[in-house]
């Protein structure tokens, strides 16, 4: 289908960016790779009046550090973030799940702040930006804002961005020298995953001193698999201690049943794949 008539405006700058929003009102909608918009405005579930284009704003695709971050602008690449040095370097689990999303074609144009902001509970890289604490900055027109990843995935589809506000960088705390797995199940390559699992390990000498894990597609939400975490501090990193702690993996969960899988199906992975990404991360 053609989408419905909609004004288009492409902002050169974030403060023009923010004032196209507030003059455009709730109808308007952000477009940034738009591999997930386009796609819904075309099947006409949205209507938005006006569409404000953020791809003219060079600045929102940098990638940087400092002593604690790394801070990747809301409009860098899947691409981008796949082949950026201090990201492999510093937030591997992030590089790893993002080298997973769909195809080169869609990678190339869908953004980390476009599937951040757009929270489908199958997209991939929500359970990562969960389990790594990752800081959400947006900005409005009463300036700007740090969202953590605990309050800003609220609900299906729905993130705790205002309707007036613009994400503009999300930043990752330093995880250098972490080990860390994405394990992703899916239909077929290429595809949304099924169920997968994101975890990042800090190995001291054979034992895990530290836990991070996210859970994809197993609620709402993105879900921080904390159980699973605490069921791994202390121990080695072995494959008693990895099934051990996969038994954890449910807790909190609210699997979908949907046409891909049955819930006690994406139960059944949640711990196979939860224990396989454990031993995977620790190597
Ligand atoms: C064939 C195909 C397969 C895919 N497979 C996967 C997969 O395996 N795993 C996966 O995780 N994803 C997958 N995706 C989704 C992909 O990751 C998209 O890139 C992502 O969902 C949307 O990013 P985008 O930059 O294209 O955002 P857009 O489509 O432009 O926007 C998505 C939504 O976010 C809002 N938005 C975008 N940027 C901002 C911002 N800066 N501030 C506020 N709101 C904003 C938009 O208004 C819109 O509502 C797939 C997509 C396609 C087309």
């Given at each position: 289908m053609i989408p419905a008539k909609f004004d288009y405006v492409r902002p050169a700058s974030l403060t023009e960016a923010v004032s196209a929003l507030a003059e455009a009102g709730e109808d308007a909608k952000i477009l940034a790779g738009g591999q997930s918009l386009l796609p819904v405005l075309r099947l006409r579930m949205a209507a938005p009046s006006t569409v404000i284009d953020l791809?003219?704003?060079?600045?929102?695709?940098r990638i940087g550090a400092d002593d604690d971050y790394v801070m990747i602008g809301s409009m860098a690449t899947h691409h981008d973030v796949v082949r950026d040095d201090l990201v492999n370097e510093q937030v591997e689990l992030l590089a790893k799940a993002t080298a997973t999303v769909a195809d080169p074609q869609v990678r190339h144009r869908g953004t980390l702040g476009g599937a951040l902001a757009h929270a489908d509970p199958a997209g991939d890289l929500g359970a990562v930006a969960l389990a790594l604490d990752a800081e959400f900055v947006v900005l409005g027109p009463k300036g700007t804002r740090l969202i953590r990843a605990a309050d800003f995935f609220q609900d299906y589809f729905t993130t705790?961005?205002?309707?007036?506000?613009?994400?503009t960088m999300v930043r990752f705390p330093k995880f250098g020298g972490w080990k860390s797995h994405y394990e992703k199940f899916n239909?077929?390559?290429?595809?949304?995953?099924m169920v997968a699992i994101a975890v990042a390990l800090k190995v001291d000498g054979g034992t895990i001193t530290e836990a991070r894990v996210g859970l994809t597609n197993m609620g709402n939400t993105p879900i921080r698999a904390s159980g699973v975490e605490q069921a791994l501090?202390?121990?080695?990193?072995?494959i008693d201690v990895a099934k051990a702690a996969a038994e954890h993996a449910l807790e909190g969960t609210a699997a979908p049943s949907d046409a891909d899988a049955a819930s006690d199906y994406r139960e059944h992975l949640a711990k196979v794949l939860t224990g396989r990404a454990v031993l995977a991360a620790a190597g």
């Amino acid at each position: 289908m053609i989408p419905a008539k909609f004004d288009y405006v492409r902002p050169a700058s974030l403060t023009e960016a923010v004032s196209a929003l507030a003059e455009a009102g709730e109808d308007a909608k952000i477009l940034a790779g738009g591999q997930s918009l386009l796609p819904v405005l075309r099947l006409r579930m949205a209507a938005p009046s006006t569409v404000i284009d953020l791809g003219g704003i060079p600045e929102l695709r940098r990638i940087g550090a400092d002593d604690d971050y790394v801070m990747i602008g809301s409009m860098a690449t899947h691409h981008d973030v796949v082949r950026d040095d201090l990201v492999n370097e510093q937030v591997e689990l992030l590089a790893k799940a993002t080298a997973t999303v769909a195809d080169p074609q869609v990678r190339h144009r869908g953004t980390l702040g476009g599937a951040l902001a757009h929270a489908d509970p199958a997209g991939d890289l929500g359970a990562v930006a969960l389990a790594l604490d990752a800081e959400f900055v947006v900005l409005g027109p009463k300036g700007t804002r740090l969202i953590r990843a605990a309050d800003f995935f609220q609900d299906y589809f729905t993130t705790a961005i205002g309707e007036d506000e613009i994400l503009t960088m999300v930043r990752f705390p330093k995880f250098g020298g972490w080990k860390s797995h994405y394990e992703k199940f899916n239909r077929t390559a290429q595809a949304w995953s099924m169920v997968a699992i994101a975890v990042a390990l800090k190995v001291d000498g054979g034992t895990i001193t530290e836990a991070r894990v996210g859970l994809t597609n197993m609620g709402n939400t993105p879900i921080r698999a904390s159980g699973v975490e605490q069921a791994l501090v202390g121990k080695s990193a072995d494959i008693d201690v990895a099934k051990a702690a996969a038994e954890h993996a449910l807790e909190g969960t609210a699997a979908p049943s949907d046409a891909d899988a049955a819930s006690d199906y994406r139960e059944h992975l949640a711990k196979v794949l939860t224990g396989r990404a454990v031993l995977a991360a620790a190597g």
